[in-house]
């Protein structure tokens, strides 16, 4: 079974540019997540996808951030423009129904590493 | 309230020794505590998890303990091996949030020779 793809794998940006992140979660997996990871810190959730609809985007910057999963599968997270502060690894995951109840495990992506200069 | 708060930040053990990781949380209305391993490069995985209503859970080498009354859990590694050298995020969800997770801030674990 392939697991979640995410492209980049690196991005370099100068501030106040736009930069797009994408992720093909594991097939079936109706649940997708956007986390961002600051070095030496956890995950943090920014968003939330249950098919196609947001399900939480609480945490998401949407001043700058914003984020789409326009079919139900893959999704893209955009940011502009970047802030030095956006340095981070981009990580997306997802999961599963069995049966109607949403698995609680979360499968990851190797993530993208951004670096706003 | 939805803080979790990991300790020690780094650990270093001796190949066959014990690695104890531990963290404590404050809403007690978490009730899945799952602790993450991620190596370099790579996306965090699940190593293994545990719910309020027992008190221990043993896979292979790794067990946790949790301590409810305490809002404390911990994780052991037995005969740590080099290849367990990663970092470690405890985290903590609640039933009904859609598995939200939120995670702590992660001990890079360095096993040895």
């Known amino acids: 079974e392939a697991g979640v793809a995410q492209s980049p794998r690196y991005k370099i940006i100068e501030k106040r540019q736009s930069v797009a992140f994408w992720c093909n979660p594991i097939?079936?997996?109706?649940?997708l997540y956007w986390y961002q990871q600051i070095l030496g810190q956890g995950p943090k959730l920014l968003i939330q996808f249950q098919n196609n609809g947001v399900v939480d985007d609480s945490q998401l910057p949407k001043d700058r951030f914003s984020a789409e999963r326009l079919k139900g599968v893959d999704s893209t997270l955009k940011i502009q423009p970047a802030k030095l502060e956006d340095s981070a690894v981009y990580l997306c995951a997802s999961s599963f129904y069995r049966g109607a109840v949403l698995v609680d495990e979360q499968f990851f992506g190797p993530g993208t590493r951004l670096t706003v200069l | 309230q939805q803080q979790v708060k990991q300790s020690p930040q780094s650990l270093i053990v001796q190949k066959g020794g014990i690695s104890i990781i531990n963290c404590a949380y404050e809403?007690?209305?978490?009730?899945?505590f799952p602790w993450y391993q991620q190596f370099p490069g790579k996306g965090p995985a699940l190593l293994i998890a545990i719910r309020p209503d027992v008190s221990e859970k043993k896979e292979g080498r790794f067990t946790i303990s949790f301590n409810k009354s305490a809002k404390q859990f911990s994780l052991h590694i037995m005969d740590s091996q080099p290849g367990d050298s990663a970092t470690y995020f405890c985290a903590a969800s609640r039933t009904g949030t859609a598995s939200k997770l939120t995670f702590g801030t992660g001990t890079r674990l360095q096993v040895t020779l």
């Open positions: 809403n007690t209305a978490f009730d899945y």
């Open positions: 097939s079936g997996h109706a649940t």
